[in-house]
Structure formats: C-alpha cells, structure tokens
C-alpha cells in the first residue's frame, strides 16, 4: 500500500488518502483501489462545476513516447481541479531526446519546477527508477511493456461505472497480452475482485506465465483461449487491444498476427445484450467502426473515465 488515509474531506463527504509516488497496481489492495473508485464517482460533479482545489500546484507532463489519451486527460484533470500544466509531448524537444540527457537529470531538473510529474517512457521499470531520484511525487503514465495503472484504474471505474459493479462479472481481455501494458495493470486490479477471467490472445502474444499465476493465486479463475468468438461468449466485460507493433523485436512475428484478432458485428452478436466492449484505444483496426453503434460499445464513454479517475488520483497526491 503506497498511501495512508488520513483525515475526512469533507468536500466530497468521503475519507480522502495521501498518494505520493503511483507506479504500480501491485502497490495498492482492494480497499486503496476502492477509495480511488469512490473518489472518481465524486469527481463526476467536481468535473461540471470545475474547482480550485490544486490553484497552487503544478503538472509536469513528461512524455517519452507517444500520447493522446492518457496526456490529454491528465491535462484536463489538472485544469479541472484549478492547476497548471507544463511539460513535453513529444522526446525528440527533449534534452533526453535531442542531447541525450540521462532520466535521472531530467528528473532533478523538473522537480524543481513542478509540484507532481506524470511520466510515460518506453522502458519497463523507467517509473520506478524516476521516483529514486525524485523528490516530487512520479505518477507512472505507462512504462514499457510493464503497466499503465491509472489506465488500471480508470478501467475498473469504466466497469463499475457501466455495469453497476465488479465482483462476480465475468471479463475478457483480448488482444496482444503480452507487450499490451494497459491489460497487465486491469488483470492485476482485477484479481482483487470475485471475477471470472479468459485471456483471449494469438499463441505468441499470451499474458506473461508470472501475471497469470498471480491471479491464479489470487483466487481467480483464469481460462485462456485463443480467439475473439470465445472471448465474447457469455463475457459481461469484453476488453479489446492493439497488437503493439512498435514493441516487436523483429517485425515479422507482428506481421504474423496482424488482423488476426477482430471485433465485427459478427462477434457482438455472440456477447450478452447488456456485455460491454471496452479498448484503451487508440485502436487500429481491430474493433470495426460499425460495432460503434452498437450498445455494447463503450469505449468512447470509457475515455472520460480518464478525467475523473485522473482528478482523483491528482487530488489525493496534491491535497
Ligand atoms: C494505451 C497505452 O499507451 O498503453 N493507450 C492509452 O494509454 N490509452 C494502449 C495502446 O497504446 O495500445
């Protein structure tokens, strides 16, 4: 547990935590996962109204690979909650990128300027080795192949947001498993809670032996398959992701599973009526634009879970 709880908000009528660092789900039990879910409901309406909570704070964003979603919605958090933002979008305006500066100095340059850095960069363990030379609170904003916890995070508030609750749902994770950050963090969130899980991926993209004995061990029930038809079939939650083709050592092994795992209306029509598909996003081909229609499909709606859960997480480093 990275934080403890330590006074009555009275604000959103909730016991609000102090967070410093946030670099993994594996740091947290279900009851910091829960207060951070309570906490992102509350933010719904602290989101319309906007707030100036964290006036006198400030947000690096340190983006050492590519963002839309995960940048933008920290950025709006952050305004929303009354504070400033500054950083960088792209490493190549970077002194790291352009100078080859080292991370450990781009650190030590930014705490001196920000009040919380968020950082994604490409490498596993990058936000760890952050937080030893920070003196700033880090939040890992995805590290390597290794996790995305507020994508974690912000998906479990997607699923208890649509489907009123976790515990005994049944969820599929589809897609590439294995270089796929985002499903490592849910799959780790996910194992605190009574849920039935298939890992639905080609042979060569299966979630790693270590993730999946975590879960087993966490009690869960884990079934994996090896196509998109059995993955939607009796899933209350069917959670869809990009092969990462930038993450393949050779890029042959990507060209061999390229399109192989799929979302048409063909395969909505084997989930429940009221199952829902969610996608981190961005997707590249393997939801068809027409499922988008359907009721089923939430991951447009899932991408403002971002701002909320992000609010959170903010207000519970900052306040
Ligand atoms: C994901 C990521 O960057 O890991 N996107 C996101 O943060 N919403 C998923 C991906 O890139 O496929």
């Known amino acids: 547990m990275v934080w403890c709880l330590l006074s009555q908000m009275t604000e959103v009528q909730l016991e609000m935590g102090t967070l410093h660092n946030f670099i993994s789900i594996h740091d947290l039990v279900r009851d910091d996962i829960e207060l951070i879910l309570e906490q992102a409901a509350a933010m719904e309406s602290v989101a319309i109204k906007r707030s100036k909570e964290l006036s ?48 450990a100095d781009t650190i030590r340059t930014v705490e001196r300027y920000a009040d919380v850095i968020v950082m994604r960069h490409p490498l596993d363990g990058s936000a ?50 294995k270089y796929g950050r985002t499903v490592h963090s849910l799959g780790m969130a996910l194992s605190h809670y009574d849920v039935k899980i298939k890992l639905a991926a080609p042979p060569t993209l299966r979630m790693k032996p270590a993730i999946v004995n975590e879960m087993k061990k966490a009690g869960m029930e884990v079934k994996e398959v090896d196509s ?44 429940p009526e009221d199952g829902i598909i969610l996608h981190p996003l961005p997707r590249v081909g393997e939801i068809d634009s027409e499922v988008d229609a359907t009721p089923q ?11 909320v859960t992000r609010m959170a997480i903010l207000k519970m480093i900052l306040s």
Not at 150 to 166: A, C, H, R
């Open 228 to 271: 998109v038809e059995e993955a939607m079939k009796d899933a209350d939650v069917v959670y869809m992701t990009r092969i990462q083709k930038e993450r393949f050592p050779d890029i042959s092994e990507y060209d061999a599973v390229r399109g192989k795992f799929r979302i048409s209306l063909d395969e909505v029509a084997l989930m």
């Open 128 to 177: 760890r080795v952050a937080a030893e030379f920070s003196s700033v609170p880090i939040i890992n904003a995805g590290s390597g192949s290794e996790e995305h916890p507020t994508q974690g995070l912000l998906d479990m508030y997607s699923i208890k947001k649509f489907k009123g609750n976790i515990d005994g749902l049944s969820v599929s994770l589809c897609g590439d498993l």
């Open 56 to 103: 006198t704070k400030i947000m690096a964003c340190l983006f050492f690979e590519a963002s839309t979603r995960t940048r933008l919605s920290f950025e709006s958090a952050m305004l929303k909650l009354g504070g400033s933002v500054l950083g960088f979008a792209d490493v190549v305006v970077s002194s790291a990128g352009g100078k080859g500066e080292t991370l």
């Open 297 to 307: 499909a939430k991951y447009f709606d899932q991408v403002y879970s971002g701002v």
